[in-house]
């Protein structure tokens, strides 16, 4: 066996395995989507939830000193 072909056996591996793509076709892309947007709004449902538990202030004007009271703990 001779480097090109070994070199051509490579491409055909590659050739072959690339031949994935045309059967599944576009669907890997929606289902890649569509997992993005559903981690997207279970982590926004998550933050809320937790933003709801805190008790650090929300504004700036509050928020000097929170972090130096004694027993100061999350709800």
């Known amino acids: 066996m001779t480097w ?3 070199v051509y056996k490579i491409g055909d591996a590659f050739q072959w395995s690339f031949g994935f793509f045309e059967m599944v076709q ?3 892309n929606t289902a890649l989507i569509l997992l993005g947007f559903f981690g997207f709004y279970f982590w926004m449902r998550t933050q ?3 933003s709801a538990k805190s ?3 929300v ?3 509050d928020n000097e000193g ?3 009271k004694e027993g100061q703990q999350l709800k």
Request: charge should be positive; hydrophobic fraction near 35%; avoid cysteine.
């Open 4 to 6: 090109t072909d070994f």
């Open 26 to 28: 576009n669907y890997f």
């Open 55 to 57: 008790n650090v202030p």
């Open 66 to 68: 929170w972090y130096k």
């Open 48 to 50: 809320n939830r937790l």
């Open 59 to 61: 504004e700036i004007k």
